[in-house]
C-alpha cells in the first residue's frame, strides 16, 4: 500500500490547520482534540496540552504504529496516541483520525446515547446507526479497544461520557466527518425536542449506502 502522508513539514502544518479549524468552526474548544495521521511506519500526532496557536511543525509528535512512543524533548504525544494506534491497525485504509469533544455529540455520549438512522447522513459513517463506545478512562488501553470494537465496521463513533471520534482515508474527510457527525448529532436532539424522530428502515439506509460510494471531500 503507497503511503498517502509522508513525515514532512507541510503533512505537519496540514495536522495543525485541521486542529486550528476544529476550534474556529466549534467543533471542539481548547485543547481538547487531537489529530494524526499515517505517515509511513509512524503516525503523526498532535502533542499533549499545548494550544494549538502555539504548534509548530516540529511540535507534531511520531508514534510508531506498533509500540510505545519513544521519548524525545519535552512534549509528548496527545494521552490519546493509543485509540489512534489501534484505529490505524484495524483499518489499514484510513490515514487520519480525529478526536473532538462536540457540543451535540458530547450530550448524547453523557447520556449515552447512540445516533439511530434519523437521517440519511447517517450513511456517511459507513453503517446503520452511530455507536457509543463504552466508557473508559481517557488514554487507556480500555479506551482503545472501546473505540476499536464501536468503530469495527464504522468511519465514525460517540464515546460514553468524553466525545467523539472519525477516521477518513485523508485528513479532509475525517475532518468532514466530524462536521457531518455533529450536524447529525444536533438534528437529532432537536428531534427528540419536538417528539419522536422517525427512524429510516434497513432498507432505505442500504441504499443510502449503496448511493454513497466515494461521496465527501476526496484526495
Known amino acids: 500500500m503507497t ?5 514532512t513539514a507541510e503533512t505537519r502544518q496540514a495536522i495543525i490547520d485541521a486542529c486550528l479549524h476544529l476550534n474556529a468552526t466549534g467543533l471542539t474548544k481548547g485543547t481538547s482534540g487531537n489529530v494524526s495521521v499515517r505517515a509511513g511506519e509512524a ?5 499533549s496540552g499545548l494550544p494549538y496557536e502555539q504548534m509548530t511543525p516540529d511540535t507534531i509528535q511520531p508514534v510508531p ?7 524525545a524533548g519535552p512534549l509528548t504525544p496527545s494521552t490519546e496516541w493509543r485509540f489512534h ?6 483499518k489499514p485504509g484510513m490515514h487520519a483520525v480525529v478526536h473532538a469533544h ?10 449515552r446515547q447512540t445516533i439511530p438512522a434519523v437521517h440519511y447522513m447517517v450513511a456517511a459513517f459507513g453503517g446503520h446507526d452511530v455507536k457509543l463506545a463504552g466508557y473508559a478512562l481517557f488514554g487507556g488501553a480500555e479506551l482503545a479497544a472501546n473505540v476499536t470494537a464501536a468503530m469495527q465496521d464504522r468511519h465514525a463513533c460517540l464515546m460514553a461520557n468524553h466525545g ?3 477516521v477518513g482515508e485523508t485528513l479532509d474527510k475525517a475532518l468532514w ?6 450536524t447529525l448529532a444536533q438534528g437529532y436532539i432537536l428531534s427528540l425536542s419536538v417528539g419522536v424522530p422517525h427512524v429510516l428502515d434497513r432498507f432505505q439506509i442500504e441504499e443510502a449506502l ?8 476526496k484526495d
Open 43 to 47: 503516525m503523526l500526532i498532535t502533542p
Open 102 to 111: 462536540p457540543v451535540h455529540c458530547t450530550a448524547l455520549a453523557q447520556n
Open 177 to 182: 466527518r466530524m462536521g457531518e457527525l455533529e
Open 210 to 217: 449503496a448511493a454513497f460510494g466515494d461521496y465527501g471531500p
Open 3 to 7: 503511503p498517502r502522508y509522508a513525515d
Open 164 to 166: 467523539a471520534t472519525v
Open 65 to 71: 504504529l506498533d509500540g510505545d512512543p519513544a521519548p
Open 85 to 90: 494506534q489501534a484505529l490505524y491497525a484495524a
